[in-house]
Structures are given as C-alpha cells and as structure tokens.
C-alpha cells in the first residue's frame, strides 16, 4: 500500500496543473459537477430510463389485472407470469439505471482524461519555447547553427499543432459528457476536476462471480422464465391436458434451461475477463510512474548538457518527447484504472462505489 502512496503523492503532482485549470471557466454561467451530480442529471434527463420506469407502472398493471382474474378464473401460470413480468421490468429498470451511471461515469473520466492531456502538451510548449531560446542565445554565441534554431522552432510549431489537437478533443470529450447527461450540448456543463487516489483493491473473483451469477438482472429474469416454465409443465402434465401441449411446455422448458446455461458461461467469460483488465491496469501504474521519474531526469541531464555543448539539438528533442509521451502513458493508465475498476464492479453486480445491493 506504501509503494502506491509515494508514487501517487508525485502524481498528483503531475496533475495539479491541470485540475486547477478548471478555475479558469469559474466565470459566467459555467457550471462544475461533481460524479454524484451528474449522475443525478442524467437520471432525471434520460428518455431511456423514463421508459423503463413507465415498463414497470404498466407490468404492475397488468399484475393487478391476473390478481382479478384469480377470482373468476383461477391460473397459477397466468399469475406467475404477470408476478415474472413485474419482476423482470424491474430488473430491466435497474440494469438500465446501472449501465446509464457507468456511461456517465465513463465520460466523466475521459472529459478530465482529456483535459489533463492537453496540459500536459502546454507543459510541452512551454518546454519548447524555453529550448528554442537557448538554441537563437547559442547561434548568437556562435556555439550552435541556424539548422538547431529551425528544428527548435518546429518543435514549437510542432507543440501548438498538439495543443490545438487536445482542444479539439477536449470539445468533443466534454460535448459527449453533456450529451449523457441529457444537457444542451453547447452549453457549459462540465465535469469537476477531482484528484484521483490510485490505491490497488482487494476483489474476491470466486465471491463476486458466485454473487454475479445469482444476481446479475439478466440472469434473474432467465431464472424467472425457467421457474415459469417449470410450472407450465407441471400444470400440463396430467390426463386431462392433451399429449402435445406437455411436449411444447417441456421443450420450452429446455430451451430456456439451455438459455440460462449460455448466459452463465458468458457472464462468467466477461467478469474474468472485466477482472483481468483490472489487475493489468493497476500493475501497469507504478511501472509508469517510474517512467516519468526516469524521463524528467533524462530531460534535466539532457538540458546541462545542451547548454554545455555535449549533446545535439536532436537528443534534447528527444528527451523532452520522451517526457511528455511518459506523463501521457500515466495519466491514460491512471483513468484506464479507474475506468477498468469502475466496469469491474459493473460485471459482478456491484454499485459503482463497489458495494453489493443491499448491503
């Protein structure tokens, strides 16, 4: 656990630039939401989950109307039925309230993923200007040529194209967060910059997959089907119900049994698979920030030594390419991991703060 906070104190580090350009839209009718927030946003904005909830109202209908039909013309199946039907709306209501949460979430990241990105290419432009300095105080010197002075000065170009890339990317990052949570896409809903804490968690794969694979909605809704079935066929198996009828209920019966069975395997596929990813992520992240620390003392050395005339203008570049692609590398694994943690507990049934319901 100690190995993380230490590289996470450089992180933040890393980061702070870039969360507090956030402050720099505080003026005006800008308006910074946290996770929570948008999350709320977008279930009271979504067409989608409006739909689910009203699938529920009418399922609750319709078993009411089996209960009234239990006076006159007693069903047990029919009932059923209705009381599955209910169940599965339900279900279907939460998964969408679920699977809605992890696409805000998901862009939530990707806007401050984004805008981290694009600080880092202004560190990158400035590093440029200060080197393209150097380079015309050299040529002046009479210790460097005019050729050094055009690769530093394309570096610079070559900085302002990245930066006007990144804020093009930023727009359409942010745009897609607004069009989630069901805002004007123009508008000026933005994500809160937050400082994300990188700290590895302890998952029992054997536990949640035993509690996905009883709980996930899916395979509820396939097990109220089965139970259903079950019943019809036990309703139809007696003298009175024709031969034929019995034959359609038991081959129902075992194609939603076969149903149920293949929805398993493919959840169990996709946890593990949902676990792997998370592992992989959060390994990658110390390895990372170890790049960075190698790459800013590579880029240090590489500027004495520019400045003392023991390297070229093309190693110095190289050096400070090698910087800015290492910050990229950690912050894109930095909200891959959260990101990967996030669809982790999505798989195993779990809310997205990693809680099982009704716990």
Same mark, same amino acid.
């Given at each position: 656990m100690?190995?993380w906070?230490?590289?996470?104190v450089?992180?933040?580090a890393?980061?702070?630039v870039? &969360?507090?350009?956030?402050?720099a839209? +505080?003026? %005006?009718? *800008?308006?910074?939401?946290?996770?929570e927030?948008a999350?709320?946003?977008a279930?009271e904005?979504s067409i =989608? @989950?409006q739909?689910?909830?009203?699938?529920?109202?009418?399922?609750?209908?319709?078993?009411?109307q089996?209960e009234a039909a239990?006076i006159?013309?007693p069903s047990p199946v029919?009932?059923?039925?209705?009381? %599955?039907?209910?169940?599965?709306a339900?279900q279907?209501y939460?998964?969408?309230?679920d =699977? @809605?949460?992890?696409?805000?979430?998901?862009? &939530?990241f990707?806007a401050?993923?984004?805008k981290?990105?694009l600080?880092i290419a202004?560190?990158?432009l400035e590093?440029a200007?200060?080197h393209e300095?150097?380079?015309?105080?050299k040529?002046a010197a009479g210790t $460097?040529?005019?050729?050094?002075?055009i690769?530093?000065s394309r570096?610079v170009?070559?900085?302002?194209?990245?930066?006007?890339? #990144?804020?093009?990317?930023l727009?359409? +990052?942010?745009m897609? &967060?607004?069009?989630t949570l069901?805002?004007?896409?123009?508008?000026?809903?933005l994500?809160?910059g937050?400082?994300?804490?990188a700290?590895?968690?302890t !998952?029992?794969?054997e536990s949640?997959?035993a509690?996905?694979l +009883?709980?996930?909605d899916?395979v509820?809704?396939? !097990?109220?089907a089965?139970e259903?079935?079950?019943k019809?066929?036990e309703?139809?198996d007696n003298d009175? *119900?024709? $031969?034929l009828? @019995?034959?359609q209920?038991?081959?129902n019966?075992?194609k939603?049994e076969?149903?149920?069975?293949?929805?398993?395997r493919? &959840?169990?596929l996709?946890i593990?698979?949902?676990?792997?990813?998370?592992k992989? #992520?959060?390994e990658?992240?110390p390895?990372?920030?170890k790049g960075?620390e190698?790459?800013e003392?590579?880029l240090?050395?590489s =500027?004495?030594?520019?400045e003392?005339?023991?390297?070229t203008a093309?190693d110095?570049?190289?050096?400070?390419? %090698?910087?800015?692609?290492?910050k990229n590398e950690?912050i894109n #694994?930095?909200?891959?991991y959260?990101?990967?943690?996030?669809?982790y507990f999505?798989a195993v049934?779990r809310s997205?703060t990693?809680?099982r319901?009704?716990?």
């Open positions: 100690n190995r906070k230490l590289w996470t450089g992180l933040l890393v980061l702070t870039a &969360f507090m350009g956030f402050s839209f +505080a003026a %005006g009718d *800008t308006e910074h939401v946290t996770l927030k999350e709320a946003i279930f904005n =989608e @989950l739909l689910a909830k009203l699938a529920v109202e009418e399922a609750e209908f319709q078993h009411k089996a239990m006159m013309q029919m009932l059923m039925q209705a009381q %599955g039907g209910l169940d599965v339900r279907r939460l998964t969408s309230k =699977e @809605l949460a992890l696409e805000v979430r998901t862009d &939530f990707n401050l993923r984004t981290n990105l600080d202004r560190e990158g590093s200007k200060r300095e150097v380079a015309k105080k040529l $460097a040529t005019r050729l050094d002075v690769r530093a570096s170009l070559s900085s302002q194209s990245g930066i006007s890339q #990144a804020e093009h990317g727009e359409l +990052a942010e897609k &967060f607004r069009q069901g805002v004007d896409l123009d508008g000026s809903t994500p809160q937050i400082a994300l804490e700290e590895p968690i !998952v029992d794969l949640d997959m509690y996905a +009883a709980n996930r899916e509820k809704q396939l !097990v109220l089965v259903v079935a079950q019809n066929v309703i139809s009175y *119900t024709p $031969a009828t @019995l034959e209920a038991k081959l019966l075992t939603l076969k149903q149920l069975e293949q929805a398993k493919g &959840f169990t996709q593990k698979q949902a676990h792997s990813s998370l992989d #992520a959060e990658r992240l390895v990372l920030q960075v190698e790459a003392e590579m240090r050395l =500027e004495l030594s520019y003392a005339d023991m390297i093309n110095l570049e190289d050096a400070q390419l %090698g910087v800015l692609s290492a950690l #694994a930095l909200y891959d959260h990101l990967a943690k996030s669809r999505h049934g997205l990693g809680e319901a009704g716990q």
